[in-house]
């Protein structure tokens, strides 16, 4: 799997757009960027995936650059509650893994603070 | 509503008591797993299971099994915890694309 790289921390204003970003410089053909988050000590979180294209849900944009070599999530209107650790992972899809040990790895994350 | 369920959320034992931390989900998932989380250290796959009856090692499987009897629960059993093993724990079910996670099992051994 492709590395990333995360800044450790980031402040945002609530009501403002948070953008996280992260580099994957790595990243291969059929890997898919993914973000989870963490909110203290509770079970991470899916939040969205992508593979090129921008992809928008419910909770966050996720803007892949066109070479894929880095990606930013956003957060439209951060609230308190979005405070957390936001991970992005990069991994290719199970069904190219072959099956083998296909868990997710997560790195150190960058640690959101939303002030109020 | 989907969910994997973990227990107990805590628990403090004792040196050497075997124990079991039970997880459950409801959507049906092929792929479970157990992940450890630890100050400085982040988050590491214990074991994990690709189907029933089918599990292996992850990246730090010492001193932990798991047993995958029935696609719904995915228990982890510590047959002599040690003090070493004192950790968060989250169970993890994974679909398509989308893996969501227990609210966790905050485990001290004495």
């Known amino acids: 799997d492709a590395k990333t790289t995360q800044p450790p921390s980031m402040d945002c204003a609530e009501g403002r757009a948070a953008n996280l970003p992260c580099n994957h410089s790595t990243i291969s053909g059929n890997e898919y960027v993914y973000w989870y988050r963490q909110i203290h000590s509770q079970g991470p979180q899916y939040i969205i995936h992508?593979?090129?294209n921008n992809e928008t849900n419910e909770m966050a944009s996720l803007i892949i650059t066109e070479d894929r070599k880095s990606s930013t999530l956003i957060l439209p209107h951060a609230t308190l509650r979005d405070t957390a650790v936001y991970y992005c992972?990069?991994?290719?899809?199970?069904?190219?893994?072959?099956?083998?040990?296909?868990?997710?790895?997560f790195g150190k994350g960058t640690h959101l603070i939303i002030q109020p | 509503e989907a969910q994997v369920t973990q227990n107990p959320r805590y628990l403090i034992t004792v040196t050497g008591k075997k124990l079991t931390v039970t997880c459950s989900q409801n959507m049906n998932h092929e792929y479970m797993s157990w992940y450890r989380q630890d100050p400085g250290l982040g988050l590491r796959q214990i074991y994990y299971?690709?189907?029933?009856?089918?599990?292996d090692k992850g990246d730090v499987p010492e001193g932990y099994k798991v047993s995958r009897k029935e696609k719904r629960n995915f228990p982890l059993i510590l047959e002599s915890p040690s003090p070493n093993q004192t950790s968060l724990y989250f169970c993890?079910?994974?679909?398509?694309?989308?893996?969501?996670f227990g609210q966790g099992t905050r485990l001290t051994v004495v």
């Open positions: 992508g593979l090129k």
């Open positions: 993890a079910s994974r679909g398509l694309f989308q893996a969501f």
């Open positions: 299971s690709m189907n029933v009856e089918v599990t």
């Open positions: 992972i990069v991994k290719d899809h199970p069904m190219y893994s072959g099956g083998g040990a296909d868990g997710l790895t």
